[in-house]
């Protein structure tokens, strides 16, 4: 079955801890994503990956590290430097159109 | 990166009524993007649309893509409670595939 997958789904992390979201595709894309999305509004692009061992940072970079040492995963850290990190994160893949993962809701108190 | 912007960010429809939204920006876009997220879910790829005045349709979906490449449109024809979600479209950004999405428009369908 190909697909994306995140895990876990929820999350729930005291402030000033680190938390890396987990992203993982079969689909042999080469790049993949990872976009912010805050109740009621649109995708945010966090950090993008057109290959591996390489990655970019996108529109809203600051507070938020990523790896990309193999090509089916591209996981994503929270730092405590991250003034706002409640959110639902999603990451894609995808050369043309992107394919989702289900998300993981992160909640930081 | 500059969001595109969409309108309206809402619309209550009774089932059976149509519905549009409509994306614009101010820079010609190379190519525009939809895509659907259900309530809870997470985006899903509609389609792309690629030449100036192009037009596709999807069953009681139809995409629009304007003649200057500056705009595009969603439309369906008589509402299904399955339409619910927030629709976004995005556009092409800087160089590869990177996209920048819209802000949505978020549709309710009422019995």
């Known amino acids: 079955d190909g697909g994306i997958t995140q895990s876990p789904k929820y999350l729930f992390r005291k402030e000033g801890q680190n938390v890396t979201l987990s992203c993982e595709q079969n689909?042999?894309?080469?790049?993949m994503y990872w976009y912010r999305q805050d109740p009621g509004q649109g995708l945010r692009l966090i950090y993008y990956s057109q290959i591996v061992n390489d990655f970019q940072k996108g529109d809203i970079a600051e507070g938020y590290s990523v790896s990309r040492e193999k090509k089916e995963s591209f996981p994503l850290t929270v730092t405590s430097a991250q003034k706002n990190p409640t959110a639902f994160y999603l990451c894609?893949?995808?050369?043309?159109?992107?394919?989702f993962g289900p998300g993981t809701r992160l909640t930081v108190t | 990166g500059q969001q595109v912007m969409q309108i309206p960010q809402y619309q209550h429809v009774q089932e059976g009524e149509d519905f549009t939204t409509y994306c614009n920006s101010s820079?010609?876009?190379?190519?525009i993007q939809w895509y659907k997220q259900r309530p809870g879910g997470h985006p899903v790829f509609l389609i792309q649309l690629v030449k100036s005045g192009e037009v596709k349709k999807q069953k009681r979906l139809t995409f629009q893509f304007g003649e200057a490449k500056k705009n595009s449109s969603l439309h369906i024809t008589a509402t299904q409670t399955t339409d619910v979600g927030t629709y976004f479209c995005?556009?092409?950004?800087?160089?590869?595939?990177?996209?920048?999405f819209g802000t949505g428009t978020q549709l309710k369908v009422e019995l």
């Open positions: 995005a556009k092409v950004t800087g160089g590869g595939n990177k996209l920048t």
């Open positions: 820079t010609t876009l190379s190519n």
């Open positions: 689909l042999n894309h080469d790049a």
């Open positions: 894609a893949s995808g050369q043309y159109e992107q394919y």
